[in-house]
């Protein structure tokens, strides 16, 4: 609590009065200055931060997709290797090579975009650089349910080619273990779209991140996201 006391002595003029007046408005001036910098220091600290972590989820997600474009090639290989060995089975002829419904898939990484969602940071980003993130993160989402379909129908399928020798699976059998593959085929060209637009993404991403940490904060730009993006 600030009190404030006329000086002793001091005379009981307009022109004194008028002088302390002035006097404790520069003192408040002053102080709400003090406190605005401050907010303002501790809110630059905070999207700096929030930038940073995104920034480097955005760098791991460059090498998950990297890897996942690699075997996405090597999977497109193994299941037309598979539709061979088993349209040659269905004409009983005896096919090189054995059934393949292996993956090393990696899943995307998005608990730097769950943090910043709950720390408030994102109410401080310009609404053209949350849009971005929010686009780009909804994306992931739709992209790990993809992968995740497509790895469902090859352990499916695995199982299915690992129940018995090929050639002791009768024609149902090899008929429906067919339709499997061609549905994984199906699935991973789904997944191999998201991965070419994440890819796009990325490249977005790291072209606006340079000229987005150098933004200052102003409460024009802010926006604040309705629920989760």
Same mark, same amino acid.
């Given at each position: +609590?600030?009190?404030?006391?006329?000086?002793?002595?001091?005379?009981?003029?307009?022109?004194?009065?008028?002088?302390?007046?002035?006097?404790?408005?520069?003192?408040?001036?002053?102080?709400?200055?003090?406190?605005?910098?401050?907010?303002?220091?501790?809110?630059?600290?905070?999207?700096?931060?929030?930038?940073?972590?995104? *920034?480097?989820?955005? #760098?791991?997600?460059?090498?998950?997709?990297?890897?996942?474009?690699?075997?996405?090639?090597?999977?497109?290989?193994?299941?037309?290797?598979?539709?061979?060995?088993?349209?040659?089975?269905?004409?009983?002829?005896? @096919?090189?090579?054995?059934?393949? !419904?292996?993956?090393?898939? !990696?899943?995307?990484?998005?608990?730097?975009?769950?943090?910043?969602?709950?720390? %408030?940071?994102?109410?401080?980003? @310009?609404? #053209?650089?949350?849009?971005?993130?929010?686009?780009?993160?909804? +994306?992931?989402?739709?992209?790990?349910?993809? *992968?995740?379909?497509?790895?469902?129908?090859?352990?499916?399928?695995?199982?299915?080619?690992?129940?018995?020798?090929?050639?002791?699976?009768?024609?149902?059998?090899?008929?429906?273990?067919?339709?499997?593959?061609?549905?994984?085929? %199906? *699935?991973?060209?789904?997944?191999?779209?998201?991965?070419?637009?994440?890819?796009?993404?990325?490249?977005?991403?790291?072209?606006?991140? !340079?000229?987005?940490?150098?933004?200052?904060?102003?409460?024009?730009?802010?926006?604040?996201?309705?629920?989760?993006?």
């Amino acid at each position: +609590m600030l009190d404030v006391h006329a000086p002793h002595g001091a005379g009981h003029g307009w022109r004194n009065f008028l002088f302390h007046m002035a006097a404790i408005a520069c003192g408040l001036l002053l102080a709400l200055a003090l406190e605005k910098g401050a907010e303002y220091a501790r809110e630059r600290h905070l999207l700096t931060d929030a930038r940073r972590a995104l *920034q480097a989820s955005l #760098d791991e997600n460059r090498r998950v997709l990297e890897k996942n474009g690699a075997e996405v090639e090597r999977i497109r290989m193994a299941l037309n290797a598979d539709l061979r060995i088993i349209r040659a089975l269905r004409s009983h002829v005896v @096919p090189d090579g054995k059934l393949d !419904y292996s993956n090393d898939l !990696y899943a995307t990484r998005d608990g730097a975009w769950q943090s910043v969602q709950q720390n %408030g940071s994102l109410s401080l980003m @310009p609404h #053209d650089e949350l849009s971005k993130q929010a686009w780009f993160y909804r +994306m992931l989402r739709d992209q790990l349910d993809s *992968q995740l379909r497509l790895i469902s129908s090859m352990k499916i399928a695995a199982a299915w080619a690992a129940s018995a020798p090929p050639e002791k699976l009768d024609a149902q059998e090899l008929e429906a273990l067919e339709r499997r593959t061609v549905e994984a085929q %199906g *699935q991973l060209d789904e997944f191999l779209m998201f991965l070419t637009i994440e890819d796009r993404g990325l490249h977005d991403l790291a072209q606006a991140s !340079y000229s987005m940490t150098l933004l200052p904060i102003t409460h024009s730009e802010r926006s604040v996201p309705q629920g989760n993006p």
